[in-house]
């Protein structure tokens, strides 16, 4: 079995989604000794945003003296086949501005190859990625339910759900730590609910 576990925040050792993502894999750890695990850290080791030139490159327009290009472009592939050998993915997901980090926004955008992980059909467009279970371990600072006032602002969980849906994913577990930023008593709070649902996740 093999988990793949991205880490998108850019704060580091202050990051509660990185608290919770690291509570879920361990917990991950404990229920299937001898998994393989492949960790990325987008917040340190950020993949590079998609330019033209990777569209260029990705039709076999490849030039041979642009080293960085073509790492950039050999680490976006091997992000697409560890996602792509991957039997569990576990995102640490803060929320950033209503919205998901654009490190992870760029980590996303590697994945999305039709051919890869959808394709286009008569019938609308299809998921090749099924099977796969994702948990995300999210963060946010207020509260964008479906029964709050800013609901209409989650542009985080809501396309998770529908990128990851789009790749026919449909096992999407939400760890959830919301109202960080409330008071300093919720923020202790909710993260503690937070890990120990991560604590106890069905195996």
């Given at each position: 079995?093999?988990?793949?576990?991205v880490d998108a925040s850019i704060l580091g050792e202050s990051s509660v989604s990185r608290q919770l993502s690291?509570?879920?894999?361990?917990?991950?750890?404990?229920?299937?000794?001898?998994?393989?695990?492949?960790?990325?850290?987008?917040?340190?080791?950020?993949?590079?945003?998609?330019?033209?030139?990777?569209?260029?490159?990705?039709?076999?327009?490849?030039?041979?003296?642009?080293?960085?290009?073509?790492?950039?472009?050999?680490?976006?592939?091997?992000?697409?086949?560890?996602?792509?050998?991957?039997?569990?993915?576990?995102?640490?997901?803060?929320?950033?501005?209503?919205?998901?980090?654009?490190?992870?926004?760029?980590?996303?955008?590697?994945?999305?190859v039709a051919g890869k992980t959808f394709r286009y059909t008569e019938k609308g467009p299809q998921g090749l990625?099924?099977?796969?279970?994702?948990?995300?371990?999210?963060?946010?600072?207020?509260?964008?339910?479906?029964?709050?006032?800013?609901?209409?602002?989650?542009?985080?969980?809501?396309?998770?759900?529908?990128?990851?849906?789009?790749?026919g994913i449909t096992d999407i577990t939400f760890v959830r730590a919301e109202g960080l930023n409330i008071s300093?008593?919720?923020?202790?709070?909710?993260?503690?609910?937070?890990?120990?649902?991560?604590?106890?996740?069905?195996?």
């Amino acid at each position: 079995m093999k988990l793949l576990h991205v880490d998108a925040s850019i704060l580091g050792e202050s990051s509660v989604s990185r608290q919770l993502s690291a509570a879920v894999v361990g917990r991950l750890r404990q229920a299937h000794p001898g998994i393989a695990v492949t960790h990325y850290d987008l917040g340190a080791e950020p993949i590079g945003h998609l330019t033209g030139a990777h569209l260029t490159a990705a039709q076999g327009g490849l030039a041979p003296g642009n080293t960085a290009l073509q790492q950039d472009v050999a680490r976006g592939l091997q992000a697409l086949e560890d996602f792509l050998a991957a039997d569990i993915v576990v995102v640490g997901a803060p929320m950033y501005n209503f919205s998901v980090s654009s490190q992870l926004k760029a980590w996303i955008d590697r994945l999305a190859v039709a051919g890869k992980t959808f394709r286009y059909t008569e019938k609308g467009p299809q998921g090749l990625a099924g099977g796969k279970k994702v948990i995300v371990a999210s963060s946010r600072g207020g509260f964008y339910g479906p029964d709050t006032p800013a609901a209409s602002l989650d542009h985080q969980e809501r396309y998770l759900i529908g990128i990851f849906g789009f790749f026919g994913i449909t096992d999407i577990t939400f760890v959830r730590a919301e109202g960080l930023n409330i008071s300093a008593d919720h923020r202790t709070t909710s993260i503690a609910a937070a890990t120990a649902e991560a604590a106890g996740l069905a195996a």
